[in-house]
């Protein structure tokens, strides 16, 4: 008897994966507009090599289906991003957003509950008045371990178009959100108004020739951000040179080389990511066949061009007919700015060091998931490649599986992976004895 595949319900499937800045949470959003929060175990005295697994920490409905009746328009609940707030307090705090509103959530933990209310009774209803007789000082008393998240800040009606991005900016006071056509400035503290800050609208929207693709805030200065467009080009933006940044300062685009121009050029050139390095002097971006690391001093061309899976240069009317050469493949940086990761199809994702030029492809499935278990390196042999032991062929690659979303721990050599409806943490081997 075959068992087949059951595909998953919609709504499980995982669109956004995010550590927080210490890397002791990892967030995910999914289609359902839920978000579950993994917290990383403490290490066990037992096995003082073994690095804490993660958990499930808490889980709350960030969004819920809305419905714009002046535009007749279904609003999906979908979680398109999620960002942390660095901790200044006992408490965390993120940000989610679907297509339209963004939210501030508050996570925090409780273990007492104050107990000899003088005017309440156990039951918290209020006594009467006639029977109390003497004053007492109500006393925290513990109690199990309770997580609360709390919504502390709704930001809506400020996006026409459908928010792809939002970013925390290092002043720890603003933050903005990016849509198809337009990036909003917000302060966490005022939900009523936004400052726009790039409008690439243009009057008849018959002359539109390129969407906001991605956008983020540099990791240091407060006035730098970058956001990236259809059209494969990197704006940089300094906010102390005018109110509207719709002048750049810095252009950053590869000249497309004519004899390779096809049909497909402008489809695959798109950038569907963006990322500035954890040091801010490097920019690593995402198009459909490659991921490039750029030198924010260097606009003309890329410092490095990494192919994801150039096999697939032959697959691309196919890949148009079913809609996969509009996938959104999303990219990391490891801490040390010295390795980069990104995604693939077939359930693959790709690493390349930056240093020694090595790369691997490497596979989250059920399979190879066994804890402790190593991952085998992966290699996808192109259509009449001559084919080794263990290859697998571009022909039988699944294109429903795909990695779209990955995260990288800020400081240790620890992975998330969204696979569909899984979410797959591994470990480097020389941290840990786990895998």
């Not at 006639?130 to 998240?149: A, F």
């Not at 018959?206 to 080009?233: M, Q, R, W």
């Not at 039988?396 to 569909?420: C, G």
């Amino acid at each position: 008897i075959t068992l087949k595949e059951i595909s998953p319900p919609i709504s499980d499937i995982i669109s956004t994966v995010e550590f927080n800045h210490t890397g002791e949470l990892l967030a995910t959003g999914d289609k359902g507009g839920r978000v579950v929060i993994f917290q990383r175990e403490p290490e066990s005295k037992g096995e003082p090599f073994s690095q804490g697994e993660y958990n499930v920490y808490s889980t709350f409905q960030s969004h819920e289906p809305e419905f714009d009746y002046l535009k007749s328009l279904e609003i999906e609940e979908k979680i398109n991003k999620i960002r942390w707030l660095p901790q200044q307090n006992a408490a965390h705090f993120l940000l989610s957003t679907n297509d339209k509103t963004i939210k501030l959530w508050k996570v925090g933990e409780r273990d007492k509950r104050p107990e000899g209310y003088n005017l309440k009774d156990e039951g918290g209803r209020i006594k009467d008045m006639s029977t109390v007789t003497s004053l007492q000082v109500p006393v925290l008393m513990p109690m199990d371990l309770m997580v609360e998240v709390s919504p502390r800040r709704v930001f809506a009606n400020a996006h026409t178009y459908h928010v792809n991005s939002i970013s925390v900016n290092s002043d720890y006071e603003t933050y903005m959100s990016a849509d198809d056509l337009r990036i909003n400035l917000w302060h966490l503290d005022i939900t009523d108004r936004s400052f726009n800050i790039v409008d690439i609208k243009p009057a008849n929207m018959e002359d539109l020739t390129e969407v906001i693709t991605a956008a983020e805030f540099h990791p240091h200065h407060c006035n730098l951000f970058v956001y990236s467009s259809s059209k494969g080009t990197l704006r940089l933006c300094d906010m102390r040179e005018a109110a509207l940044c719709d002048k750049h300062s810095k252009l950053f685009e590869e000249p497309e080389d004519p004899s390779a121009r096809s049909f497909f050029s402008e489809i695959i050139s798109s950038v569907s990511d963006v990322k500035f390095s954890h040091s801010g002097r490097y920019l690593l971006t995402r198009d459909y066949l490659t991921a490039k690391v750029w030198d924010l001093n260097m606009e003309s061309k890329p410092l490095e061009t990494y192919q994801v899976h150039d096999y697939l240069r032959s697959k691309l009317c196919s890949l148009y007919e079913n809609d996969c050469i509009f996938d959104k493949f999303e990219c990391a940086w490891n801490g040390s700015d010295s390795v980069i990761m990104t995604g693939a199809y077939n359930n693959f994702f790709r690493m390349f060091d930056r240093n020694t030029k090595r790369d691997v492809t490497l596979e989250a499935s059920r399979e190879s998931s066994k804890p402790r278990a190593v991952l085998k390196p992966r290699r996808v042999c192109a259509a009449g490649g001559k084919r080794r032991k263990d290859d697998i062929s571009v022909d039988s690659l699944d294109f429903t599986k795909k990695i779209l979303h990955t995260a990288w721990h800020p400081t240790e050599n620890i992975i998330a992976i969204a696979a569909t409806n899984n979410l797959y943490i591994f470990q480097d081997k020389l941290n840990s004895e786990m895998h």
